[in-house]
């Protein structure tokens, strides 16, 4: 009955890492530093920023090699680096308030590239049209 139990455990909790490593590295870490990236970390924050994107990179290596504990462990470093150079870039931006940056994201998870949301993107749409041109896309 012993044997049949540790068997049953061992199949329940083998595919914990996979699971666990997706949540925290496929998740958190990446939405992380993708937030860092659109707070313009990489400019405010650099050795954090940097520091993050390779403990993402090395998270991703080792899960390639189904070292999933050091996966999830390199991508807990990496959510807490972004994390971290997020805070210094918006209290740097908060200090300089003349250097905000164009584009402020509305969420942490808010995907870049949507070129409506942007107010300079608007904003050359709008002269654009005063000027009698058209923009890809608009016509």
Avoid: W
């Amino acid at each position: 009955m012993f044997l049949v139990g540790s068997v049953f455990g061992l199949a329940t909790f083998s595919g914990c890492g996979p699971v666990e490593y997706i949540n925290q590295v496929g998740n958190k870490a990446a939405s992380a530093v993708s937030a860092a990236k659109l707070a313009q970390s990489d400019r405010y924050a650099p050795y954090e920023y940097t520091a993050a994107e390779e403990y993402l990179h090395k998270a991703r290596e080792e899960a390639g090699h189904a070292e999933y504990e050091d996966a999830i462990e390199y991508g807990r470093k990496a959510e807490e680096l972004a994390n971290r150079a997020r805070a210094i870039t918006v209290a740097r931006l908060a200090k300089d308030g003349d250097a905000a940056p164009a584009y402020k994201p509305k969420s942490q998870n808010e995907e870049p590239g949507s070129v409506d949301d942007d107010p300079a993107a608007a904003a050359a749409k709008q002269r654009a049209r005063e000027r009698g041109a058209t923009t890809p896309g608009t016509e």
